[in-house]
């Protein structure tokens, strides 16, 4: 069974850090693109950052020059460095990633996504 858990969050003030961990685990034969979402009360989920297995970034412009999205392929993991955090950036932050898994009927790509991690920052 494929999980993403995720780590790293909680709560900060404004101006503060946070790094986000999130570990994909179980049948996995390789991993493509990895990428963080956000989800603030009232309002739909969001692309915050994501990285391809060629190590090509995307940011969404609220979080460019802010948030930094990395990943260690040894570990299947994906990172995000957030700076310089904002009353804004509150939400619940989802790991998403396309694996290709290994099953008794062959290899099948599909979307994951892992429980999210709460990020909340006081002004």
């Known amino acids: 069974q494929v999980k993403l858990v995720e780590s790293g969050g909680g709560l900060v003030q404004a101006g503060g850090s946070l790094r986000l961990s999130c570990k994909a685990s179980?049948?996995?034969?390789?991993?493509?693109?990895m990428g963080w979402y956000r989800q603030a009360p009232g309002k739909q989920r969001e692309l915050v950052a994501a990285?391809?297995?060629?190590?090509?970034?995307n940011y969404s412009d609220s979080v460019k020059g802010r948030f930094t999205i990395s990943r260690d392929n040894a570990k299947n993991t994906v990172y995000l460095q957030m700076n310089s955090l904002r009353p804004e950036d509150t939400a619940v932050y989802y790991c998403?990633?396309?694996?290709?898994?290994?099953?008794?009927?062959?290899?099948?790509?599909?979307?994951?996504w892992g429980q999210g991690t709460q990020v909340t920052v006081s002004s």
């Open positions: 998403n990633a396309h694996l290709m898994t290994v099953s008794g009927t062959g290899l099948s790509v599909r979307e994951y």
């Open positions: 990285i391809t297995s060629g190590d090509n970034t």
């Open positions: 179980g049948s996995i034969f390789s991993i493509n693109a």
